[in-house]
Structure formats: C-alpha cells, structure tokens
C-alpha cells in the first residue's frame, strides 16, 4: 500500500453519500421522521382533491395517444406516487433507493400498471451503461491508475501556486468524467494535503498558505462535479436525462453525442471556476520553491508501471475510443445495425474479470472488489427515476402537466431554461442531486410539451428544459451538504462554512447562466432542436 493509498484509507475518507448520513444528529433525525410523515399527507391530498377534469384536459392535448384510455384514478395515483417520492427524497425519510422502490409497490396494487411493466425501467440500457461506468472505475481504482494519471497531468500543468491549483482541477476534472465525482475527491484530496504539508515548511508555515490551500481543497470538490458534467457516464442526473429520454420520448442521447454538449461545459467551467478561485483566495506566494519536486516525489511512490495497470489503461482507453468512434463510424456507413454504448461497458467490464493481472492468476477485477464498490443503491434509484417516468407517460400525467402549464408559454425560451437552471441549483443545494434530477425531469418534459416545445413533431425540443435539469442539479458549490466532494473538501479542516459560500456562490451564478448559453449554443445544434 503505498502512503497516498494510506492517507485516503482513514474514517474521514472512507465516508461515501450514504456514510454522511448515518449517525446523525436528533435534529436530522426528526427531520427525516416529518419527512416521512409529510410525503404520506401531501400524497393522500393529492389523491382526494386531484382535479376531475383531467382526464378531459389531457385527452385535449395535442400529444394525447387516440388508443389509450386515460382515467381519472391512474392520473391521481401517479401525482401521488410523485408527491410521495419527491417528498421523501428530498427529506431523505428512508433512504434514497428505498424510496426507488416505491413505484413496484403502489402501481402493481392499484391496478394502474402491471409489475412487469413498472419494473422494466430497472434494468434499462441506461442502468447498464452506468454498472459498466462503475467496473471501469473500480479497475482504475484498484490498480491505482488514476492516482498516476491525475500526478501527471498535475506535473505536465506546472507547480507555481495558480498553476498547481489549475493541474489538480484538470486531473480532478478528468478523472471525475470516467469515476464518480465521490471516489475521484476522495483519491485527490489526499493528494492536495499531502502537497500542501510539504510546502509549508517552505514557506514558513502553513498560516503563510492559508488562502491557497482554502483555495486547492475547494478546486479539487468543485472540479469533481464540474469533471462529471462531461460524459453520460460522470454523474447519476446524466444518465437519468439519457434514460427519460430513451423511456418516455423514445430519443436516444449516444455517449459521443452527449460529449458534445457537456464536455465544453465542462471546460469552460473548469476555467471560470479556476479563476473564481484565484481570484476570491489570492494564493500568497507566487512560487513554491520545490514544487515540482514534490509532485515528482509523490509519482516515485507509486513506482513504475506495472502489468495489471497497463492492462486496466488499455481496457479504459479502448472503451472510451470505442464509445466515441463507434457511433460516428456507424452513421458515416449508413448501417442498421443496432448499437448501444451499455454495450461497450459492460464488454470492458467482462475483459477485467478474464484477464488476469498477476502471475498468481489474480484477475484485473474480481467479483467481491464490484460487489463491495458498486453503488448498487444508486442503480436502484435510477430504475425508481425510470419507473416514475414511465409512468408519467403512461397515465398521461405529463400532458396534463403541459396543459396546465400552458400559460408558460408566453415566456420567452431563454427565460424558462434560465429559470429551470435555477430552480434545480437552488434545490440540489439541499437534496441528492440524483433525486433531484429524477422528480424534475419528468415534471419539465411535461411542462415542454404543454407550453408548444414539441409541436410540429419536433419530440427532441424536450431537451431544451430537461438539459437544464441534468445539468443544475450536479452544479451545487455553496453546501458542505450539498454534495460528497464538498463534504469532503469541508471535512478536510481546510475550509470553513463562510469561505465555502464565499466562492460557491458565484460558482452558482456563473452555473446558471452558462448552462442557459450551452442549451442555446450548443444543445440546440447537436440534438437539432428547433425553436
């Protein structure tokens, strides 16, 4: 084990999203106990007092299927489930996955929708894509292969204070596109104390470098959600948008198309989010005296390459490739032949189980490291978010949504992706970003197809208010609570409450207006959207 693996391998490290929120306060506790019991009242309303004439205003919307026979029951029984789920998710009155489960339980019982059909969306393509996402992370992590990778795109940045805050923003970033933005902190935070308790014999102390380590702890939370925002694959609200969209609209968001939008956010946020920070925590010193040194120090512990991670970063590099190319090559030769990037995954997944990493017949991966890295509660809450989807489309709950929504359409486009943005940001300040993503995603389809969004066969304009939910609810900078990276950045000792809200805050500015540009700038172009 070398000593970087060490420094992560201690209880303030070793917490995950679902470590957080054990052992809490009685306050919290009581919060999750109101929860509980403010889901069940906000459900039970809706249920008794859901308009009458809904079956009316949604057969009248001009999406309304001529062959389904909507009724007033599977209506209020989904606004229900909605209300419940959102209510308990955002509370956390169990916990996340559980709350996931729900849909298998009320539907089937009400007689809205058979258990087959509900419980379908918990094995999507999406999920699948996502479970290969985690295999490939979990062989980088085991072979410390991204602790390698993310030294060396520090080392190859430069070591001067402003310079290193941006190398460990890139790595961060980086490795935060292909491993959950949790593991990817956990692994660099380490890394930046280590670099900073090395300096600060050269400079006299560490109350000398006081505003440049508040600044590299922050850079290194901030980039792991920035990071994320790049592939499907880098964050749960992600995936959530491509699994709507596949469910209820029958739009298939590929691995290199979504690229396209999110990693020049990714990008341009990295570089806005950097000058934030240099900017509000001015580094005090110019030079590190030795700075390179200690990087290059840190890589000498990890020793040369070794066979198993020159194995791990071909299979790595090979999927990415492929999930890029492979999609382009089909287009370019016109074929029909049926292709889905899960594929490639989980093909990546089954190399690390086969080949085997050392002379002793040790695999790349084995089934006890997946069975205990896998965040199999996080693939559970993806089917849930899926299954109430589905079910927004199928009693007709999103028309009627749209109708109703309809007088939103005299508001100028811009100023609803805007608002979007911001109503999500504000939230996911508060609740699990993935949660968040999962009950506004259906909710803004509907409200996109009353307001006129899809009208003239023009399905795909969804995205111009679901994108804004993916992609504001992993922009959250203000909180310790708001997401892991920022916990663990706040649990550092680094950074205090006030410095955090000091540099989150306009972190979330920019984050609203950028992602208002990428839809108009970007999104538009590359799904076709038509305004």
């Not at 079956?55 to 026979?69: I, K, R």
């Not at 990546?348 to 017949?361: E, F, N």
């Not at 509660?377 to 899926?386: A, N, S």
Request: proline fraction near 5%.
């Amino acid at each position: 084990m070398t000593q970087a693996t060490q420094a992560t391998d201690t209880p303030q490290f070793r917490q995950s999203e679902g470590d957080l929120a054990e052992n809490r306060p009685p306050r919290e506790v009581n919060f999750q106990y109101f929860g509980l019991f403010i889901g069940l009242v906000l459900a039970a309303l809706i249920y008794v007092f859901f308009p009458a004439n809904a079956v009316e205003l949604v057969e009248q919307s001009v999406g309304a299927d001529p062959e389904t026979e909507y009724t007033h029951h599977a209506l209020r029984v989904t606004a229900a489930v909605t209300v419940l789920m959102g209510a308990w998710w955002m509370t956390e009155a169990i916990p996340l996955a559980a709350t996931a489960l729900v849909p298998i339980i009320i539907f089937p019982l009400a007689q809205v929708a058979p258990i087959s059909t509900v419980g379908a969306p918990y094995a999507s393509a999406t999920i699948f894509l996502f479970l290969g996402g985690f295999l490939l992370a979990m062989g980088l992590q085991r072979w410390d292969v991204h602790r390698r990778i993310a030294l060396m795109v520090v080392l190859a940045v430069g070591t001067s204070p402003k310079r290193l805050i941006l190398g460990f923003m890139v790595a961060t970033g980086f490795m935060s596109m292909w491993v959950s933005n949790t593991a990817t902190a956990v692994v660099m935070l380490p890394i930046g104390i280590s670099v900073l308790k090395l300096t600060a014999d050269t400079v006299g102390g560490m109350h000398n470098q006081k505003k440049f380590a508040t600044a590299l702890m922050l850079a290194i939370a901030y980039a792991a959600s920035i990071g994320s925002l790049g592939t499907l694959i880098g964050t749960p609200p992600n995936a959530l948008l491509a699994g709507y969209m596949e469910t209820s609209h029958g739009i298939t968001i590929g691995f290199a198309q979504w690229m396209l939008v999110g990693l020049p956010v990714a990008i341009i946020f990295t570089a806005l989010a950097w000058l934030v920070l240099i900017t509000v925590f001015k580094p005090e010193m110019d030079e590190i005296p030795g700075g390179r040194a200690l990087i290059k120090e840190e890589i000498a512990k990890l020793g040369p390459w070794t066979v198993p991670q020159i194995a791990v970063t071909l299979i790595f590099a090979a999927a990415a490739v492929a999930w890029i190319v492979v999609p382009l090559v089909l287009d370019a030769l016109g074929t029909e032949f049926i292709y889905d990037d899960a594929v490639v995954g989980i093909i990546a997944g089954l190399l690390m189980y086969a080949i085997p990493g050392r002379k002793d017949g040790v695999k790349l991966l084995d089934w006890k490291t997946t069975n205990d890295g896998v965040p199999w509660d996080v693939l559970l809450l993806f089917g849930g978010g899926l299954a109430l989807s589905g079910m927004f489309t199928k009693t007709g709950l999103s028309l009627w949504i749209g109708e109703v929504a309809k007088g939103l359409g005299n508001l100028p486009t811009v100023l609803l992706i805007f608002a979007v943005a911001a109503l999500v940001l504000v939230l996911t300040e508060f609740t699990s970003n993935t949660a968040t993503a999962a009950t506004f995603l259906p909710i803004m389809g509907g409200v996109a197809t009353g307001i006129g969004l899809t009208e003239g066969g023009n399905e795909h304009n969804v995205l111009l208010l679901t994108i804004p939910v993916a992609l504001a609810a992993t922009c959250a900078f203000m909180m310790p609570v708001a997401t892991p990276p920022n916990a663990i950045a706040y649990g550092s000792g680094y950074v205090k409450m006030g410095e955090m809200l000091k540099g989150g805050f306009w972190l979330n500015v920019i984050a609203v207006f950028l992602i208002t540009a990428t839809v108009y700038l970007i999104a538009i172009p590359v799904f076709g959207l038509v305004l």
